[in-house]
């Protein structure tokens, strides 16, 4: 899967990461429900790290299409809340297991 994170490009993430970066994301699911920011904060951070550590970055020119956008790590729980999936299971596809 391809994820842009804004302002810093786009990695590719295997599918064996998926179900870690969805119980990350899960935790900031439950940061934004409490409208906790140090919380929100340290979830959006521990997200965003895992998606570089565990992805492969592509290069600058590349032209792929990414299957996912994520916000940048300076990014408001409002600008956040805005990019949650319809779905009601936060900003990546899936359930963690």
């Given at each position: 899967?391809?994820?842009r994170v804004?302002?810093?490009g786009?990695?590719?993430v295997g599918e064996a990461h998926l179900n870690r970066l969805?119980?990350?994301?899960?935790e900031l699911l439950t940061a934004l429900e409490a409208g906790d920011e140090g919380q929100f904060r340290a979830a959006l951070g521990k997200?965003?790290?895992a998606v570089k550590?565990?992805?492969?970055?592509l290069p600058d020119d590349s032209l792929e299409?990414?299957?996912l956008i994520l916000?940048?790590?300076?990014a408001t729980i409002e600008e956040v809340s805005a990019l949650l999936r319809d779905e009601g299971d936060g900003l990546i596809p899936g359930l963690p297991e």
């Open positions: 899967m391809i994820m804004m302002g810093e786009q990695f590719q969805n119980k990350l994301d899960d997200l965003l790290d550590e565990w992805g492969t970055p299409p990414s299957d916000p940048s790590v300076d």
